[in-house]
Structure formats: C-alpha cells, structure tokens
C-alpha cells in the first residue's frame, strides 16, 4: 500500500523555467512533509520540509506548497539550474507514523 | 566532516555468506535507521534504533540483524546473503521520531551498494 505517491516518475524542464514536482499522499495522520533530493550514486539530501500547520514553506529558489484537503503537495524550484538535475523524492511522518514513509521519486532533468 | 558515513561503500560478495555494513553519525542525533533501495528505486525502512532500542522493525527476514553499540553507531549485519539482498542500504539520522515535526528530518549516509554474486 503506497501511502505516498509521485505519479510523475521523470520531468524535463528548461533553465531557468520552474519546475514543479507534485506528491500525493493518502494516511491521513500524516503531518510533517520533506523532500529530498538524490544525485547517483551518494545519498538523499534534504532539501526543504513543510509542517501540516502551514500551507506554504519557502527556502531561496525552493518553494513547498501543501493542500492538505487534497492531501497533495509540490515542490516548485525556480530558476531551475543544470544542477538541479536529480532524482527527488517526497516524504510524510507523523505523530503515530514512527518513521518516514517515502514516494517512489521523480527524476528531473533540467536542459540548456 | 561527514555527518552520517557508512562503510564500506561498495561490497560484492558470493551467496551465503555474512557480511556487515558500518554507520556512524556524529550528528548527535538520538534516532539511527536503515534503510533499502531496491531495484525499483524505492526506498523502504528496515529498521529503527532510537537510543540503542531498537523500534522499528519492518518485517525483514531474521538474516537481518541490526546492532547499535551506542546511539552514534547502528551497524547491519547480513547472514546467509541471497541473490535478492543486492540493493543499495542507506543509514540515516534525526534527532527524534515520531513526533511529526521537524526533528523527524532524517540525514541520510551515502549509501552501500551491495551484490550478491
């Protein structure tokens, strides 16, 4: 049972335009969301998080977004840069979770 | 300075036998986990030690026996390896757990690609 998903497994977009990653999660006692981001060969990084008690995180280029009736949030990064060419994966806790629970990712691919 | 290390990060090994992964954190974090990538690219805990205790245990097969000497060090170790354990196992860190703030931020180790030959 996947509880968080990122439907979109890879996403191209060009410098300096936005990119916009999207998760959706179903476990409702979720309440503490992240993203991470993932270069080969090395481990996830985390980039930016978002509390259930807010509806919008925002850290320089990297803006999270949470519409928790939805139950669905997304990563925004603009400009987007070469560098942030990578994979990023969403995920969720929660007072009862006990641990991170984490989506499938999605492979961005950011062009010149 | 490396916040989570895991070594080795590399380890090809024949079917059964046991190895051991290493992870420390000089993070000073109380909560240490492993977790696995599979083929699939999905990553999924394994296990939980919180203060040397261990609290998560996600139905892994008992070849899998996690050790926490002190709360900076949890180690994984793997007998018997069959075809199927080849993956990528990361360590990670955070403060605390379940508590579905921000100290559930996990830091994660650079992972250990294991193949089981």
């Known amino acids: 049972d996947q509880q968080v998903k990122q439907n979109s497994p890879s996403l191209s977009v060009q410098e300096g335009r936005i990119s916009i990653l999207n998760c959706d999660y179903t476990n409702s006692m979720f309440d503490y969301f992240l993203w991470y981001k993932k270069y080969p060969a090395e481990g996830p990084t985390f980039l930016i998080s978002i509390s259930s008690i807010k509806d919008k995180n925002e850290d320089g280029r990297f803006t999270v977004f949470l519409n928790k009736s939805a139950k669905h949030l997304s990563l925004h990064i603009v400009p987007s840069q070469p560098g942030d060419s990578a994979v990023y994966f969403c995920a969720a806790s929660g007072r009862t979770a006990s641990k991170l629970t984490f989506g499938t990712g999605t492979r961005l691919q950011v062009t010149l | 300075d490396t916040a989570v290390s895991q070594t080795p990060k590399y380890l090809v090994t024949q079917m059964g036998n046991d190895k051991s992964i290493k992870c420390e954190q000089n993070?000073?974090?109380?909560?240490m986990y492993w977790y696995k990538q599979d083929s699939k690219k999905f990553l999924k805990i394994m296990f939980s030690y919180n203060n040397k205790e261990l609290i998560i245990n996600e139905t892994v097969p008992n070849r899998f026996s996690p050790k926490s000497p002190d709360k900076a060090h949890l180690n994984l170790h793997i007998n018997s390896l069959e075809l199927g354990d080849s993956a990528v196992y990361f360590c990670?860190?955070?403060?605390?757990?379940?508590?579905?703030?921000?100290?559930?931020?996990?830091?994660f180790g650079p992972g250990t690609r294991l193949t089981v030959l």
């Open positions: 993070l000073g974090h109380d909560t």
């Open positions: 990670a860190s955070s403060y605390r757990v379940g508590t579905g703030g921000s100290t559930d931020t996990q830091y």
